[in-house]
T-cell receptor
């Protein structure tokens, strides 16, 4: 079956760096996405990786290793507003998004 | 950037009634739209994939006669929850994929409460 694993919850301190890992096993691979979702709101797009390596976008970076079925989202200079759930999703061979359960990130002052 | 709207943003209805939720892509044409449901503290669950001009493809366990999907144009898809029950209370989110096909753009979601 298809499976995406990410930690349920993480805690970090304002101003610090946090890395959220995601491992996946899917039927086919057509890209990996990271979304941010605040409570009661719809997800918002953060990043997209289809080739191995690091994609940097401001304070957020995302890394992909297709051979290992692994990705991480790196958040730098954490701000209180970064408290949210972070969803990892993989597009499979049918071009459908397979979603992880999300990682709830708690930022403490 | 690409914008997807949903209407209404929240709705309360009585058990046994039907509710229609609209999903619109405002500045792009969406050949494919997706409908998700999300219960509190859970991840998104794909309900169905909707392609313009054709019947929706429902995920296993989703009743197609209860959740009616119509994708009549390249900018509009509707989800009708028929004979709603309290267990249908959830956050319903649509997304749209543009014709380039790389990214999904999400609507703001509709919170449905069935009393």
């Amino acid at each position: 079956g298809q499976n995406i694993d990410q930690p349920t919850e993480m805690t970090a301190t304002e101003g610090a760096i946090v890395q959220i890992n995601c491992t996946y096993q899917t039927s086919g691979f057509n890209g990996l996405f990271w979304y941010q979702q605040h409570a009661g709101e719809a997800p918002t797009f953060l990043s997209y990786n289809v080739l191995d390596g690091l994609e940097e976008k401001g304070r957020f970076s995302s890394f992909l290793s297709r051979s290992k079925g692994y990705s991480y989202l790196l958040l730098k200079e954490l701000q209180m507003k970064d408290s949210a759930s972070y969803l990892c999703a993989v597009r499979d061979s049918n071009y459908q998004l397979i979603w992880g359960a999300g990682t709830k990130l708690i930022i403490k002052p | 950037g690409a914008v997807v709207s949903q209407h209404p943003s929240w709705v309360i209805c009585k058990s046994g009634t039907s509710v229609k939720i609209e999903c619109r892509s405002l500045d792009f044409q969406a050949t494919t739209m997706f409908w998700y449901r999300q219960f509190p503290k859970q991840s998104l669950m794909l309900m169905a994939t909707s392609n313009e001009g054709s019947k929706a493809t429902y995920e296993q366990g989703v009743e197609k006669d209860k959740f009616l999907i119509n994708h009549a144009s390249l900018t509009l898809s509707t989800l009708t929850v028929t004979s709603a029950h309290p267990e249908d209370s959830s956050f319903y989110i649509c997304s749209a994929r543009d014709q380039g096909g790389r990214e999904e753009y999400f609507g703001p979601g509709t919170r449905l409460t069935v009393t």
